[in-house]
């Protein structure tokens, strides 16, 4: 029952436990990938459903003991007509993907007093049955019968277990069959109630939950087992002390069960106690050293504490992993601990038959910036997976200007539309005006997509050299290229371009007439005015928004009398805008149309709002502000108390040291940022209670919101 039970999917859990190949040299076998499927209920009785899952969770709870197996269980939610009707044809593909060698999947039938269970091993690659055990008993003795056939099939496997393998295997605590059912029925409680959305149905699911856990207490409280699932089951309700009490108590016990020992760690990592999380998983590793998600855990805390010296040594040990996620999981570690003493490794990890493992480690080579990545990531432009390519064409990006810049300007005449199309980003991203005129080029070239970045990174360039042919390519005949082409034109802001994108405010498309008026408004071209004037009557309201902003960044007063008539658009947005364009202006007119948006139905006329009045920075706006603070949109959320924090009225820091406890990562991380802003000293408690936040970037900011307060920063 490893597990982090928070995260558990709607349809499926997926738990894994990988092996580490290195670990295992001194058991002189292949660790055997399996999963643990829930067994058939083939009795007529359907009081028995709950065998299902918990003969499934017997297993795996055995499994993990054994130093031959690398496990990964998969739970289905307790479905038992769907369960009851699948076929192993249906796991296989899946089975495949996850480098499965065996499933563990069965039956049971009879009645309590006379019980058969049938556990089958088979082979994922032929699906053949390779093991059968028949268990006839009754249900009193199932436990103790099911490990001896576990251990029975695992010496048929590898005849070398070890004699402290064998005893924790058969150390089997739950002695009442009515706990067993009680705690499986606690799952099922658990399941709805991570599965429901509804508050108050979750609410509801809470204390029938506590009850069964409770009673399980009564009929069974010296048994480890009941100790160590009711602290899971607290983990997953976020009650991390009553978890770390039952899993205490487990431990008490039972001294070396390893599901308790990871639980603590889970319950004292969450519980932000990060010393006792790693000695937990560090006892862990100990006693099996075979199972790599007690590596990856413990790899994930070293890696919070920023510890790369022993972080490093466990991420490399993960990349031999035959499963593709603790791969990708080793990779990404690499990519915080930095060291570039890991490129040839990463280097390799590029040519990883999985693509997500290709893609991070792109990705982290691009953070590395070490210059012996470069040809194996020009080599990346070419994978076939869009993500690995744009990951490769990212980190490229991210090595600068030098010499290999000239390789890229010469991809632009590639055979392979995708590397031609990756070279123009990285040319735009990089604003390296010496390939200008191989842009202008590659604006004529077959495919509309290369068209389009290449219009893109003569946008980035800014170089008027591109004028000519970037008002010829808003006629294009593909809608990417001709948007590329007038976004290209604004970013150059050269009023030469004025009269094309005028002409654009009568193209068919609303896009592309939006686009127009924006980019007309970024030029500030006051011969502009009279057509964007007319805009504010297009039939489209995306239009009119542009229209007004344009409007208001041009600043021309012969527009004042068509945006106060504007003030009457039916779109509140539109409205937003024309209140800010007059603003601007000098003429405090319509600025309540903003304040009162604040309170509009429509969350995006809030967000809207709140988006101005932190640009126009408008002090009268402050009460509705911290009003907004409890919008039920988190975005709104976040955007008010950006807002607050660049008016900087004090009035704003007792409700935005409430927001640092909102449950919106974005809204906690903007309300830290904006207190650092205001730099009031009532808020330092508080910041320093966020440096504990579960979000790193929270607790990154809060640092710096203290640091300014305190006069440390600027």
Not at 235 to 251: D, M, P, T, V, W
Request: proline share 2%; hydrophobic share 45%.
């Amino acid at each position: 029952m490893i597990r982090i039970v928070s995260t558990i999917l709607i349809s499926l859990i997926v738990i894994s436990i990988f092996f580490i190949e290195s670990e295992l040299d001194a058991y002189e076998i292949n660790p055997v990938v399996i999963a643990v499927m829930p067994f058939k209920n083939e009795t007529n009785e359907k009081s028995l459903d709950w065998l299902s899952i918990g003969i499934q969770s017997i297993l795996e709870n055995d499994l993990v003991y054994l130093k031959m197996f690398d496990t990964v269980f998969l739970l289905q939610l307790p479905d038992m007509e769907k369960l009851n009707k699948m076929r192993f044809e249906e796991l296989t593909e899946f089975a495949k993907m996850e480098h499965l060698d065996h499933i563990w999947i069965g039956r049971y039938r009879g009645s309590p007093d006379d019980m058969d269970v049938e556990i089958r091993v088979v082979e994922v690659k032929s699906g053949k049955v390779l093991f059968l055990r028949q268990i006839k008993c009754e249900i009193g003795q199932l436990l103790a019968n099911l490990s001896n056939a576990i251990l029975d099939i695992a010496a048929e496997i590898n005849p070398n277990i070890d004699k402290e393998e064998r005893e924790r295997v058969l150390s089997k605590q739950i002695n009442s069959v009515e706990a067993w059912q009680r705690l499986t029925q606690a799952y099922t409680y658990y399941f709805s109630y991570v599965r429901e959305w509804d508050e108050g149905k979750r609410e509801e699911i809470i204390p029938k939950l506590l009850r069964t856990i409770t009673n399980s207490l009564v009929m069974d409280k010296d048994s480890a087992d009941v100790w160590n699932i009711i602290g899971w089951l607290y983990i997953g309700l976020n009650e991390y002390r009553y978890a770390i009490k039952a899993f205490e108590k487990a431990l008490e016990i039972k001294q070396f069960y390893l599901d308790s020992i990871i639980g603590m760690g889970h319950a004292f990592e969450r519980d932000r106690k990060i010393e006792e999380a790693i000695k937990y998983y560090k006892k862990a590793t100990d006693l099996n050293p075979s199972i790599s998600l007690f590596w990856s855990y413990l790899l994930d805390v070293l890696i919070e504490e920023e510890d790369e010296k022993e972080a490093l040594p466990i991420a490399l040990k993960l990349l031999k992993c035959r499963r593709p996620y603790y791969r990708y999981k080793a990779v990404s570690a690499l990519g915080e601990i930095g060291d570039d003493s890991t490129v040839p490794v990463l280097i390799e990890a590029l040519r990883d038959e999985d693509s997500s493992v290709r893609s991070e480690s792109a990705k982290v080579l691009g953070e590395i910036r070490d210059k012996r990545a470069i040809s194996a990531l020009l080599d990346a432009l070419k994978d076939t997976d869009k993500l690995v390519r744009n990951y490769a064409a990212y980190a490229l990006y991210n090595m600068g200007k030098t010499d290999w810049i000239k390789i890229i300007v010469e991809s632009l005449g590639e055979k392979d539309k995708m590397v031609r199309f990756h070279a123009a980003d990285i040319i735009g991203k990089l604003k390296y005006s010496g390939a200008v005129p191989e842009l202008i080029e590659a604006l004529r070239d077959e495919d509309e997509h290369v068209r389009g970045n290449a219009a893109f990174a003569l946008g980035e360039i800014k170089d008027k050299r591109a004028l000519p042919a970037l008002i010829e390519a808003i006629n294009d005949e593909d809608s990417y290229v001709r948007i590329m082409a007038i976004t290209a034109l604004g970013k150059i802001g050269d009023k030469n371009a004025t009269s094309a994108l005028i002409e654009m405010l009568k193209d068919n498309d609303h896009t592309l007439r939006a686009l127009a008026a924006q980019f007309l408004g970024d030029i500030k071209d006051n011969k502009a005015v009279p057509a964007i004037i007319e805009a504010l009557k297009d039939k489209n309201v995306y239009v009119r928004r542009k229209a007004a902003y344009a409007l208001g960044e041009i600043k021309d007063r012969r527009a004042a009398p068509a945006l106060i008539e504007a003030l009457k658009d039916s779109d509140k947005t539109v409205q937003i805008y024309t209140s800010s364009a007059l603003y601007s202006m000098g003429k405090n007119v319509g600025l309540e149309i903003i304040i009162d948006s604040l309170k509009d139905k429509n969350s995006d006329v809030r967000y809207a709002a709140a988006h101005i009045l932190s640009k126009i920075r408008y002090k009268k706006a402050v009460p509705a502000l911290i009003d907004a603070l409890k919008d039920s949109d988190a975005n709104v959320r976040w955007r008010s108390a950006r807002a607050l924090g660049k008016i900087g009225d004090n009035k704003a820091v007792l409700p935005l040291i409430e927001s640092l406890k909102d449950k919106n990562k974005y809204v906690r991380r903007e309300s830290a940022f904006a207190l650092g802003e205001i730099r009031d000293k009532r808020a330092i408690s508080a910041l320093k209670d966020a440096l504990n936040d579960d979000d790193k970037v929270v607790r990154h900011i809060a640092k710096d919101a203290i640091n300014k307060i305190e006069g440390k920063q600027k």
